[in-house]
């Protein structure tokens, strides 16, 4: 018996994991917050995706608070050498905030933190945050690249249909 306890044991764990809230930040040194959540807003309502094609992107700010949710669906057609085409679908709910300052007068850079409100493989979170963040850095006049996508070195190379 002690063996489908310890496989219940870490399907829970496992379960866990990918079941709470993750998030990355960023930060945006030499920037006035209002050019900054500015760019924040104009990057969540026009995001530029070049391997993918947007079905859906309903954005919701909330100007007050200074937040940002983001309900997208994206979809792909993966076509690897030797294989058949596959379709590849993605739907993300992300919570997006131009971190408060402690002291509005100091000179306090402004933060972005970009998490995600439901389950999610970490790498995909971590993906989407940067190619979010490097969105707002090139509206904000910054050299930043967007990293390439983290795949696994094994994979062969891929075409990608929109």
């Known amino acids: 018996m002690p063996r489908p306890v310890v496989r219940s044991a870490a399907i ?15 930060t945006f040194s030499g920037r006035p917050r209002d050019q900054v959540w500015t760019a924040m807003v104009a ?8 391997q993918w094609r947007m079905l859906d992107n309903r954005v919701v700010v909330d100007e007050e608070r200074r937040e940002i949710y983001v309900t997208r669906q994206l979809r792909r057609d993966l076509v690897r ?15 997006i905030v131009l971190e408060p300052s402690a ?3 100091a000179d306090t850079p402004p ?11 970490p790498a995909r979170l971590f993906d989407e945050a940067e190619r979010y ?30």
Request: proline share 9%; aromatic share 6%; net charge negative.
């Open 133 to 162: 963040f490097a969105e707002v850095a090139e509206l904000l006049g910054e050299v930043k690249e967007t990293p390439a996508p983290r795949t696994l070195a094994t994979e062969p190379p891929q075409t990608v249909r929109e």
């Open 43 to 50: 990057v969540a309502e026009q995001p530029q995706y070049t």
């Open 12 to 26: 829970a764990l496992a379960a866990a994991a990918l079941a709470g809230c993750a998030s990355e930040s960023a």
């Open 81 to 95: 050498p030797g294989t058949d085409e596959v379709r590849q679908d993605r739907s993300y709910r992300f919570e």
């Open 103 to 105: 002291d509005e007068e």
């Open 111 to 121: 933060t972005i933190t970009f998490s995600t409100v439901q389950p999610i493989l």
